[in-house]
Structures are given as structure tokens and as C-alpha cells.
């Protein structure tokens, strides 16, 4: 697998490749045979190594290139860039040959509306946006306010001081989505608990993704207010929480990927009650997977609760022996998929 990265390339024989590994980020490892197929993810904010988004595409890239023999590229962002950067990026994997080209993130939204209509036979794929649509656009979308409704029923359930925590990296319609589930559950379950909700930053201030000192002094604040279970949906500055949140002997609740599994929080794996889901990675390889068949995804592909597209992870065994616990998230996971319940997507 390439791996497009910000550390400068040495050594190149061009100019011209000189130009192209910067315009992606930096370096690049040498190529493949050209009857390869070919499929790269283009990162959000905070890069591979979050622990959370990133990390799960990467998971389904790393799937696609196992299972499906394809050679994948990745390309990290770069601090503070803008829509021309992530132009320049998105332009450069299409021209090498990769099919699909995926922007991880809605701020990619811009930029694949630029480059999709020079590229009309490859496809271009975007996590988390609806906004931009084409005929070579897949939009990957999950019903992630469903997902936290479950998290809310849990932490209802597990606080002791009635005070439970939630942390959003950046405010935008997306992680108020995350709030909008979280607190109608938590509600739903127990009117009497009082959440309290925060962001890190405001758009176009993005650093609220990539901070963990950001995360770490907002959990700290909640704990100061009693909040004994915490929730964060803030990329790699979730980090941050769940280390206050585990020192302080609290319960944290992870995002988007499996966070009691992820080695880089293994210290604090403890404290992770459980984590709402995406499967990110099952959506990237499955766009990488109709492609190579000769049958692009495009438009909306979304994942719920009723395909397992959203769910709340089970592999802390601590939260497997709440029997109580369990069961009234699984009533609740039910009562969603047969329209019993609608979840509110903003607060």
C-alpha cells in the first residue's frame, strides 16, 4: 500500500514528480504494475492514527487491498489547508489511476464538485456528505443520530449522579447530529439526568478534530460538574476525553469505530463503556468492490440500524454482564428499526 504523507519526498527524478507527491501531501512510495486495479482514500482532519474515523477507513482500504488483490494509496491532510488543497489532492490520485477516489469527510464536499465532472469515469466516493451528487459520486451516509440514541439509553442507565457528558469536536449539522441522538435517548430514558453538551471549536476553525488537549480540558470541565459518563464524537481530540474521563474513574462512550479495540487507547481501554459505530470500513470496501465488479455505487448509499450500518459496540465485558443495560438498548435498537421511535437529527 502507498502511503501519501507531509514529510517532503528526497530523491525524486523530476520535477515533475517533484510536484506531483507535493500536491498530495508529500511522499509516495513507487507505483504498482499498471493492470493493477487501483483505489485510494484521501484522509480527514487528524490523519490515520485517530483511533476513530480515519482509522476505520483505513481498516476498509487495508480489507480491499487484501481481499480484492487492488493496490491502495492514502493521502494525509495538511495543517490548515483549504478546498485548493484537497483539489490538488483529489485531482493527482485520479490522474495516477485510482478507482475509487474517496474524500473521508464532508470538507472533501467542495473539492470532489470541482474534480468528479474532469473525471467521469472514475468514481469518487464521500463519507459523510449528501451535498454533492453526480453520476460518478457515491455519497457513503449513516444514520449516526440513531446510533447515538443508543448511546444516550446506555449512559441513562450506567450514571450515578445523573449528570452525563457531551463533547462535539466541530459545531456542524453532522456531530449535532451525534448530539441530537445522544440526549433524546438519554431523555427518553430518564428525564431526570441532565446532559451537558460541548464543542471544541466553530467552524471554520476545523482543530477541534485534531486537539486532544481541546478534548481533554472540555472532559475535565464536565467532570468538574459531576458528569460521570462521557460521550465524544470528536475525531482524534476524543482522545483526550477519554484519557480525563478514565483517570477520574469515569465512564467514557467511544465513536465511530470500536475504541475499547483501538491499541493506541489501550491504556484507558478500560474505562470505554462501549462505542457508537459506523462501519466505515465495510462502506469503503464495499465502494471499492462494486467498482472493481463493473458496478459503481453512486448516489445515496446509507447505513442504519436496520443494516448494521450504525450500531453500539459489545466488546467491553463489563458492559455485557448489564444485563438491565443490554436490554433496554436492544428495546431500543428494535423500536427504531420498526418505526416506533424517530430520532431527532438536531438537538
Known sequence: MRRITRIATVGVASAALALSATACGGKTSSGSSSDTDKAAIAYDIGGRGDQSFNDAAYAGLSKAQKDLDIDGSEAEPSDGEGDADKVQRLTELARAGNNP???????????????????????????DDASVTGDNIANIVFNEE?????????AAKVT?????????????PLIKKFEAGYVQGVKDTDPSVNVLPQYLTQPPDFGGFSKPDLGKAAAQGQLDK????IYSAAGLAGSGAIEAASKAGKWNIGVDSDQYNQAGLANYKESILTSVTKDIEDAVFNLIKSVQDGKPQSGEVRYGLDKD?????????????MKDVIAAVDKAKQDIIDGKITV???P
Open 344 to 346: 431527532k437529527t438536531a
Open 226 to 229: 459531576k458528569a460521570d459518563v
Open 309 to 321: 450500518g450504525v450500531a453500539l459496540s459489545q466488546s467491553n465485558p463489563a458492559f455485557v454482564k
Open 146 to 154: 440513531q446510533g447515538s440514541y443508543l448511546a444516550g439509553v446506555a
Open 101 to 127: 477516489v474517496i474524500g473521508v469527510g464532508f470538507a472533501y464536499a467542495p473539492a470532489i464538485k470541482k474534480v468528479a465532472p474532469k473525471f467521469p469515469k472514475t468514481t469518487f466516493g464521500i463519507i
Open 160 to 172: 450515578k449522579t445523573k449528570v452525563v457528558g457531551f463533547i462535539g469536536g466541530v459545531e456542524t
